[in-house]
């Protein structure tokens, strides 16, 4: 890590992020998830922005997952099951938008 | 990625080897300048994660740019902002610098 030298009014520092770490997703059950988010930013030339429906559905199947962690105590079933994500309201992880669009869009949809 | 806008990333790692490994990590943001506009909303770092003999992971961040990097002249002229990590081995009684976590 860099020693900062600069006296500017923000420093770098590294921080934790604000909501904690995401357990891992040792049995791949949001993988399909992720596959589709990354096959969208292929498509739209990684342009993040296109892809934000797909990294919803991704983060809402973490949501959904409840699994227990591998390791001690997951064979004899000891460890607690843990959500992959702890469940947000949507608006909060900066998907307001996305939400609004879905309720416009389905009357559309034959 | 738009200033402001929540984005997801993707990292991948693997444990090559025949044993366990309890890893951690910690990231690093070039250019250096940019990293005070980086917010982790959730990542998988600072936390020690298992991975199995062999196993091999998505590791998932989701993060966004702060909306004051656009009116930042400095970073007028930047255009990518790199975001690495670097996983290594969590040994017995080693403590990270944690920087107020946890």
């Known amino acids: 890590m860099s020693t900062a030298m600069n006296f500017s009014s923000k420093s770098f520092t590294p921080r934790p992020p604000d909501k904690g770490a995401f357990p891992l997703d040792h049995f791949g059950e949001c993988s399909a998830f992720k596959e589709r988010f990354m096959e969208c930013l292929r498509r739209s030339g990684y342009e993040s922005a296109a892809c934000r429906q797909s990294a919803k559905a991704y983060l809402e199947c973490r949501m959904d997952r409840r699994v227990r962690p591998p390791g001690p105590g997951a064979e004899t079933g000891q460890a607690s099951p843990q959500q992959l994500m702890a469940n947000e309201p949507l608006e909060k992880l900066g998907f307001k938008d996305l939400i609004n669009e879905k309720s416009e869009e389905k009357p559309e949809k034959s | ?102």
């Open chain 2, 1 to 102: 990625v738009v200033p402001g806008e929540t984005a997801l990333a993707f990292y991948r790692a693997k444990n090559p080897t025949d044993k366990p490994v309890i890893g951690i990590s910690t990231y690093n943001v070039v250019p250096f300048e940019a990293g005070q506009y980086f917010n982790k909303i959730q990542c998988f770092c600072f936390e020690e994660q298992r991975l199995n003999p062999q196993e091999e992971v998505d590791m998932p961040v989701f993060f966004y740019i702060d909306p004051e990097f656009a009116e930042d002249p400095k970073m007028a002229k930047v255009d990518l902002i790199t975001l690495s990590y670097t996983f290594f081995e969590a040994k017995e009684g080693q403590k990270l610098p944690l920087p107020g976590y946890q």
